[in-house]
DNA sequence: TTGTGTTTTATTGCCTCC
DNA sequence: GGAGGCAATAAAACACAA
């Protein structure tokens, strides 16, 4: 328990309630003043301040008991004692709520730079793979492998391509799904919209023509965003058809301007809170 | 000196707990 | 139902620029 007499170094205070009342120097005509303007505001002196703050540190609740000796030992009446802890807690807690404020506004920022990071590696890796492709094309297209819609590259426009993505997105996913607690169903709207391309078998050829599941239309936004017009129509008919049918895939649920499967721009906003900043 | 913003002390009303 | 806690608020005291 603290006293008052540690806290003024071993000297009692001789003070009453208000700052700058002094018994030693003024006497009795600053007693008078203090009794007559009793109605009004006395703020508690440096010392009684001090003691009271001594007095919080230990315990920031207060026991009748220990209101009663606080009062005494400060010559406060214990209803200010029990105000001034109110107050004081009020304001550790306001500080509180600063603190904890800056420490969600520091994690927010971190977890935003790793998604930022992630997505732009993201990017990159699909415009990687969409370059090789169109290498890995013209190459069969010049050596004349093309044969009724089969193609060496068959592989290569499926499996591989399919898993890179899919990893990609998981990682994604498990960012939202740690940083974004308010957003469950959007989460889990995108891992089944992941879990489609997963179980989806790869793309197949009939008669020439290229069979996919709806999630497939990933492929095609890549061809879209990196070939032009032109570039497409050159191509032959087994991957010009990659492109026109698969134009006609339902694409309902992903809407247009999606960058990526069930995961475009539009959807940002809403999945991630900083979208709004 | 004065106007203005901030801090401190105190009140009120509501809620919870025993 | 009384005591004590809290949030909201009032009002006095204080700090400070103009």
């Known amino acids: 328990m603290v006293s008052f007499e540690d806290v003024q170094g071993g000297k009692r205070c001789n003070r009453s309630f208000f700052t700058g009342f002094d018994l030693d120097e ?6 008078d003043e203090y ?7 006395r703020r508690l002196s440096v010392d009684q301040v001090q003691f009271l703050e001594k007095s919080f540190e230990v315990e920031n609740k207060l026991e009748p008991d220990r209101k009663i000796k606080i009062a005494k030992d400060l010559g406060l009446q214990p209803r200010q004692v029990a105000i001034w802890f109110q107050n004081r807690r009020a304001r550790w807690k306001t500080k509180q709520l600063e603190k904890d404020y800056e420490s969600l506004n520091d994690s927010y920022e971190s977890l935003k730079t790793d998604y930022d990071n ?12 969409a ?3 169109e290498k890995v094309i013209a190459k ?12 060496e590259t068959k592989e290569l426009l499926q499996k591989p391509l399919l898993n890179s993505v899919s990893e990609g997105e998981g990682s994604k996913l498990s960012i939202v ?10 989460v889990e709207d995108i891992s089944s919209a992941r879990s489609d391309i997963l179980d989806c078998d790869s793309p197949r050829y009939t008669d020439g023509v290229l069979e996919t599941c709806d999630s497939s239309y990933v492929f095609e936004h890549e061809y879209q965003s990196d070939l032009s017009q032109d570039e ?3 191509l032959l ?15 309902s649920d992903p809407p247009h301007g999606s960058s990526s499967f069930g995961f475009q721009e539009e959807d940002h906003h809403t999945l991630w809170p900083w979208s709004n900043y």
């Open 26 to 31: 003024n006497g009795d005509d600053e007693m």
């Open 35 to 41: 009794f007559h303007q009793s109605e009004k505001k």
């Open 118 to 129: 992630i997505l732009k590696e993201k990017e990159r890796l699909q415009a990687e793979v």
């Open 131 to 133: 370059s090789l492709t």
């Open 140 to 151: 069969e297209k010049q050596e004349g492998k093309f044969k009724h819609g089969e193609s």
């Open 177 to 186: 799904d740690a940083s974004n607690n308010n957003n469950n169903n959007k």
């Open 232 to 234: 497409e129509d050159n």
């Open 237 to 251: 008919p087994p991957y010009n058809n990659i492109f026109t049918k698969l134009e006609d895939v339902n694409y």
